[in-house]
């Protein structure tokens, strides 16, 4: 009699359905005319601010210090192209609702995995290309400018604490778009909350750290003069209200049905 054949264990790779939400993600964002032109606008001002400001100083000696024409670059990224990014992300989720039965049910990809993959994929891309256009900006000012006031540090704090903005940009865009039915509702209670938000934090009182107060001192910061402690705890507030906005978007959608 034969024996019986033995069948060997197939090892189950429990972050193989993750992984690919997010990397079907990642092409779609980097494939969506939104994101191309976010990148082309952001681009498109920052080479022509410099080179504006290179030309004004050539010709007619107007002088702007490289860390204030930074600090405008980095403003007009949070409030120039924020709109961009929340249309960008806002349709995270509720813009697939005709796909995330199928993913979900059929394709044994958990909730919480397919809410992770595209929170995470937003998040690299647009940080990601963030921070190449701020590299690009911060050595074009160094450059061109050759202001002695710009600082690594101060560089660095800077970009960060814009990123940390982004975060939480993208983060509310994804967790909102995840307990939203309609792409055009999750764009308006973005922008509801994120700016009605930021004008009440506006009001508090100066020792307080807020976004408005934060991008207005960009300036001090490429310089390397800042408070270390108010920066640190603008940033980490920042970082903290993104998870608490990303586990009640993933609980709530979790608990939505599809």
């Known amino acids: ?35 191309r032109l976010w990148v082309l606008m952001t681009l498109a001002a920052a080479v022509g601010y410099l080179l504006f400001r290179f030309g004004a100083r050539q010709v007619a000696g107007m002088v702007q210090s490289a860390p204030e ?39 044994g990809i958990s909730r919480y995995q397919y809410f ?7 998040l690299f891309v647009i940080l990601s290309t963030f921070f190449v256009m701020a590299t690009v900006s911060l050595g074009g000012a160094y450059v061109l400018l050759h202001s002695e006031h710009l600082t690594i540090l101060g560089s660095l704090v800077a970009v960060a604490l814009v990123a940390s903005l982004l975060v939480l940009v993208v983060t509310a865009g994804v967790s909102i778009s995840a307990l939203s039915t309609s792409t055009m509702v999750s764009i308006t209670l973005v922008w509801l909350l994120l700016y009605g ?21 960009l300036p001090n910061v490429l310089k390397g003069l800042f408070d270390l402690e108010m920066v640190s705890r603008l940033i980490s507030g920042a970082l903290s209200v993104s998870l608490l906005v990303a586990l009640a978007g993933m609980i709530g959608f979790a608990r939505r049905d599809v």
Do not use: C
């Not at 790779?13 to 992984?19: E, G, H």
């Not at 403003?75 to 199928?102: F, N, Y």
């Not at 992770?116 to 937003?122: E, I, Q, S, V």
């Open 116 to 122: 992770l993959g595209k929170w995470h994929a937003r």
């Open 197 to 217: 938000t930021g004008f009440l934090m506006s009001l508090l009182p100066a020792h307080y750290p807020s976004p408005d107060r934060a991008l207005h001192n």
């Open 1 to 35: 009699m034969d024996a019986p054949t033995t069948i060997p264990a197939v090892k189950i790779n429990r972050f193989l359905p993750y992984w690919a939400v997010l990397q079907s993600d990642m092409r779609q964002t980097l494939r969506s005319w939104i994101y």
């Open 69 to 107: 024409m930074l600090g405008d670059l980095l403003t007009w990224v949070i409030w120039g192209s924020v709109t961009l990014i929340i249309v960008l992300t806002a349709g995270t989720i509720s813009g697939e609702r005709g796909i995330i039965a199928d993913s979900v049910l059929s394709r």
